[in-house]
């Protein structure tokens, strides 16, 4: 799943970049650090979502005995009042078979209304649960009785007991209070912890990208999380299929 942010033109990035409370166990190189550039256009100052103004990042991960493996990421469009000040959003399927949260009015009406929570399949409830209970609570949205809750999600169920429905609203509220500016921790982290893309280790990833002015001089921020079926195989016609996970067998 992917999320996209966009900005208005901007020539300087001013202030120091304030690193997000969660970072990683261990710190990697990203792959610019190592000599790969993707793309001919330039990023940002942190080739990260967060280069777009105001957007902020947060993460929970859970990662208990040898069974747990997941946790929550929360992406807020802006530092107010989502729900007053609601955001244009796009919404589109390139595989169907998922549980995402709030699509129908995001195509519907062309915008979101409440901070972006990404999960595991069986906890987007929770997600849910806390996306609406930490609107109501927002000052200025007293009278509010409908909200539209945006909840993504993945099945970790390989590296995670996801039966176990550890995720909770509590979890969700931590990660918007400590959704922050600055660099995004990335990787084996938040709802990133348990995923994993065709047998490699999948995570959470951003980058951003920066416009030439005779294109508007925008910048243009992305998050990612990584996740997909776990064997590829070709088959005799030369048509690549993947595997479903509930058929891939462990060890």
Not at 38 to 66: F, W
Not at 120 to 133: C, F, R, W
Not at 177 to 205: H, L, Q, Y
């Amino acid at each position: 799943m992917a999320a996209i942010a966009c900005q208005m033109p901007v020539d300087t990035v001013i202030g120091e970049a304030r690193a997000q409370a969660a970072q990683p166990a261990e710190a990697r190189p990203r792959a610019r650090d190592i000599g790969v550039a993707p793309g001919v256009l330039r990023p940002g100052a942190l080739n990260a979502i967060t280069d777009v103004d105001g957007v902020r990042v947060g993460h929970v991960t859970l990662v208990e005995g040898s069974n747990i493996r997941t946790g929550v990421t929360v992406i807020l469009p802006h530092g107010g009042n989502l729900f007053q000040n609601k955001v244009p959003a796009g919404f589109a399927v390139g595989n169907g078979f998922g549980k995402f949260a709030g699509a129908t009015q995001v195509e519907e009406l062309g915008e979101i209304e409440t901070p972006i929570v990404l999960t595991n399949t069986l906890s987007v409830a929770e997600g849910i649960s806390g996306l609406v209970e930490w609107t109501l609570q927002v000052p200025g949205n007293e009278q509010v009785r409908s909200v539209n809750a945006v909840v993504g999600e993945t099945n970790d169920s390989f590296l995670n007991d996801i039966r176990a429905r550890r995720v909770t609203k509590a979890d969700v509220f931590a990660t918007i209070r400590m959704a922050s500016t600055g660099p995004v921790a990335e990787g084996c982290i938040g709802a990133g912890t348990g995923t994993r893309a065709f047998d490699w280790k999948g995570g959470i990833g951003t980058s951003s990208r920066i416009l030439p002015k005779p294109m508007g001089g925008y910048i243009a921020g992305a998050g990612r999380r990584a996740r997909s079926c776990s064997t590829v195989v070709r088959s005799r016609t030369g048509v690549v299929k993947s595997a479903a996970p509930s058929r891939v067998r462990r060890g």
